[in-house]
């Protein structure tokens, strides 16, 4: 039994950890602040953190894979500005959003195209994805958008109560990170897609010996981000209600750091999607501390953010280094 | 015929050939549709033009590249110099005007062509920090044994955020003029932004192929297991490649501070690990590391500007400019892939298919 448990705590040692973070941080925010007790507080994670959640899923994958994805806060972008220069012209949002989609999935999939063929780094391919993106964004609109169609306004001021919480609400956008996030968990543990991204991860050359469909699964994962930059996308114009070509500001890096929070490794074949939604979470709450705190400067978000990567880092590789010897 | 193809195929497989092609290309473009691109004037002693803007421009990425160059053949990466490039700027702004923030002070202590610190000093803690950023990098690598896009993306993640706590926040404006110098002096008719990019590729390029350091680092890339238990400390040789990275990041920051008059520490070298890994890419150093050339990276970095510039002069508006680097980008990734030398092998050689040409 004892031996059992140990393994497990080794195996799952990684989320565990970040999930323990995540709880401590918040206990040392609500502690310090009482008002962060309340739950509305919590919900507003989720409320503010619904685009950066969405490209995080997506970037766990392609992390997996040994690949990056620079290009996610580009796509948000030019999803905003495009579905904003749409929208003023008189298109309908039914039309908008499936053709948002489409183009987030024809962006994934061509990136992934060059860097399953022409076998150049991601990291390189990915930042020219970052540049078309936002450069394309710039060239439909310079400055910033409004949006004033009427479904978006639903969709962004449509609270939704939480049952057996009193007056704790969440909006429509927020949801679509959690009820992806479920698609994910089973895409990843269930299907046979999700142990090809881990064995590609691991080693790239044996997969593709073991005749998995090595490269399919790679255009598969790129596409799946793109479309998943997309979607955040569209959920960043329902809650600004407007496009620019300067939103997002460094998101991938953001996506990128909870990614590597949650527990997921930049070298591939290790980590869980559900550590990125606590990864994700804990980057939240850092800002909502801060925000609590008031006279603290938003640079902290960023040193605080950094400090944790650096002291999950170490956390990581202790636990490896253990089960190596184990 | 015969004994010209083996020369143009040697020229064809330096490592020089295709960085200086596009270089090429871009500069014909520039005959053909802007001609005025190529005027030089004399203007209060020294020269202008475009050619001279891009020279002063690119010389903070020369620099940046140079190191990075270094990074790259250890089969690394350094993520954080545009954070550096930051701290760096915020340093010498924080030095010159250390009111600045504290306290309340009036508008003509503000803008007082003065400083508190001598400008040797201030030279000296730009560089001290920068350095240090790059040593604490080289530690999380070396003795940490992190992965390199980890272990820069913290500094990078935290050093912009830091140097916005060394400037408090606010986009400090410079007004002390021999710190113009750097960024805008002239010596003998060119930026002295070139003289210290020469001097830092000059220092390199002895370091790296006159003493056996460019070997070691070659070989650290290519592989660092057999590197090690062939009796060379890997670990400092990596200690060493992201220390001189900060080192040379340190100075750019030092010239762009200079070049714009001011310290603002979210934008200062903002996207400058994106374009260093550009210049380094184009100047044909793998990304996986191994072998490497300094040269090929400024003329990397030279490229970048040289486009930059003439987008500028088509009028091109900034922001945009990202979707046509992105199409610089693709020209370069198409332009270095396997297949397309092959093909192009092929093309020149009419036999090429059976010399498995391999880079």
């Known amino acids: ?326 | 015929m015969k004994n010209n193809a083996p020369l143009l195929k040697r020229i064809r497989e330096n490592r020089l050939f295709w960085p200086l092609v596009a270089l090429a290309l871009i500069l014909i473009f520039d005959a053909i549709f802007a001609p005025g691109f190529f005027k030089i004037g004399i203007l209060d002693g020294h020269l202008f033009g475009n050619l001279i803007d891009v020279l002063n421009n690119s010389a903070p990425l020369m620099l940046v590249a140079i190191g990075m160059t270094l990074v790259i053949a250890t089969g690394g990466v350094d993520l954080s110099v545009g954070a550096v490039i930051a701290i760096s700027a915020a340093m010498g702004a924080v030095l010159i005007n250390p009111a600045l923030g504290n306290k309340l002070i009036t508008n003509d202590i503000l803008t007082k062509d003065a400083t508190n610190t001598p400008l040797w000093l201030i030279v000296l803690v730009d560089l001290a920090a920068g350095t240090l950023c790059g040593l604490w990098n080289g530690l999380l690598v070396s003795r940490g044994k992190i992965q390199p896009m980890v272990a820069t993306l913290i500094l990078m993640v935290a050093g912009r955020g830091i140097a916005q706590l060394i400037t408090n926040g606010q986009i400090m404006t410079i007004y002390y003029t021999p710190y113009f110098y750097f960024g805008n002096g002239f010596i003998l008719g060119l930026p002295v932004s070139i003289y210290i990019v020469a001097v830092v590729f000059l220092f390199a390029w002895v370091l790296v192929r006159k003493t056996s350091i460019g070997l070691f680092i070659e070989s650290v890339g290519v592989n660092a297991k057999a590197t090690y238990y062939s009796g060379i400390s890997e670990k400092n040789i990596k200690l060493f490649v992201y220390t001189f990275c900060g080192f040379c990041a340190a100075i750019a920051g030092l010239i762009l501070s200079s070049y714009v008059h001011s310290a603002d520490g979210n934008n200062n070298g903002l996207n400058y690990e994106l374009d260093a890994i550009l210049a380094v890419v184009i100047g044909g150093t793998l990304m996986t590391g191994g072998r490497f050339s300094l040269f090929a990276s400024v003329i990397g970095a030279l490229i970048i500007w040289t486009f930059t510039i003439t987008m500028y002069t088509f009028g091109v508006p900034a922001n945009a400019l990202l979707a046509g680097r992105a199409v610089l980008v693709l020209v370069v990734i198409l332009l270095y892939s396997d297949y397309a030398r092959r093909f192009l092998n092929r093309i020149v050689d009419r036999k090429g298919s059976q010399h498995g040409t391999t880079n």
């Open chain 1, 1 to 326: 039994m004892a031996q059992r448990i140990k393994l497990f705590l080794l195996n799952n040692g990684p989320l565990l950890t970040t999930i323990t973070i995540f709880i401590l941080v918040y206990f040392v925010g609500g502690r310090l602040y009482p008002a962060m007790q309340k739950p509305q507080v919590f919900f507003n994670l989720f409320i503010n953190t619904a685009s950066l959640l969405i490209v995080s899923i997506g970037m766990t994958f392609v992390i997996i894979t040994k690949g990056i994805d620079l290009s996610v806060a580009g796509m948000i972008a030019l999803t905003s500005a495009a579905s904003a220069a749409l929208l003023a012209n008189g298109a309908s949002p039914a039309m908008v959003i499936p053709l948002m989609l489409l183009m987030g999935v024809v962006f994934g999939f061509t990136l992934g195209c060059i860097i399953h063929f022409l076998k150049v780094e991601p990291f390189i391919v990915t930042l020219m994805g970052l540049f078309f993106a936002r450069g394309m964004a710039y060239i439909i609109t310079l400055e910033a958008l409004p949006i004033q169609d009427l479904t978006y306004r639903f969709l962004a001021l449509t609270k939704i109560p939480i049952p057996f919480f009193a007056k704790a609400y969440v909006y429509i956008p927020s949801l679509i990170g959690p009820l992806l996030l479920l698609v994910v968990i089973y895409l990843s543990f269930f299907t046979r897609f999700g142990r090809t991204v881990y064995a590609i991860g691991n080693n790239e050359q044996s997969a593709r010996l073991m005749g998995l469909a090595v490269g399919r699964t790679k255009i598969i994962v790129y596409t799946f981000s793109g479309f998943c930059s997309a979607l955040a996308g569209i959920v960043w114009s329902i809650s600004l209600l407007s496009g620019y070509g300067g939103y997002a500001p460094g998101m991938e890096l953001d996506a990128i750091a909870s990614v590597v929070i949650g527990g997921t490794l930049l070298t591939g074949g290790v980590g869980n999607v559900v550590g990125t939604l606590f990864g994700v979470l804990i980057n939240g709450t850092i800002v909502s501390i801060l925000q609590f705190n008031g006279t603290l400067s938003s640079w902290w978000t960023r040193i605080g953010v950094g400090l944790l990567t650096l002291i999950f880092i170490g956390i990581q590789s202790l636990f490896y280094m253990r089960k190596k010897h184990s």
